[in-house]
């Protein structure tokens, strides 16, 4: 009888400059189980440059404590003014440098995505999506918003990554 295969770890990152939600698991084949999911929130009131600060140390403890193989972070989307979407860009900036420095490979999918492979619909809600987080993730426990897309991009890379022809345009 062989080994069973080793469990990759995954981290999923869904960023923000408020709050980015952050969800790591184990992936052996087609096996997919939680290991810790949380939100890094840097004070609103401090200046730009140390709430970023704020969220790459943040990132780096996670990524010292779990030692993900690779990353995945959900891809912006267009915001209601260009301001958001610009703090948003700052924010997804950090963190992919963050990554890089830290060696960690990182995939991006659209959010629509993210919720077509979780739901099976790119136009689900946030409660749908942590429902299915939920359900497929159930030691996980009660898990924020944040935290619960973070997950679901984590799970939804896993399928990926299992699966790349399926892979939407």
């Not at 997804?92 to 492979?117: F, H, I, M, N, W």
């Not at 409660?127 to 897309?149: E, I, N, T």
Request: charged residues 20%; hydrophobic residues 45%.
């Amino acid at each position: 009888m062989s080994p069973p295969p080793p469990s990759t770890i995954l981290i999923g990152i869904d960023p923000g400059l408020q709050r980015t939600g952050w969800g790591v698991v184990a992936a052996e084949g087609p096996r997919v189980s939680w290991v810790a999911h949380g939100v890094i929130a840097p004070d609103p009131k401090l200046p730009l440059a140390r709430r970023l600060g704020l969220l790459a140390e943040g990132l780096r403890e996670v990524l010292a404590s779990y030692g993900p193989h690779e990353a995945a972070v959900e891809e912006t989307f267009m915001a209601n003014n260009a301001r958001s979407a610009l703090m948003l860009g700052h924010a997804r900036g950090a963190l992919l440098a963050t990554l890089d420095r830290a060696g960690c490979p990182v995939s991006e999918y659209a959010a629509r995505l993210v919720k077509k492979a979780l739901v099976g619909t790119g136009a689900a809600e946030k409660d749908q999506v942590a429902f299915m987080v939920q359900r497929l993730l159930p030691r996980a426990g009660k898990v924020s918003a944040d935290a619960a897309d973070a997950l679901a991009v984590a799970l939804c890379h896993a399928a990926e990554r299992r699966h790349p022809s399926n892979r939407l345009a």
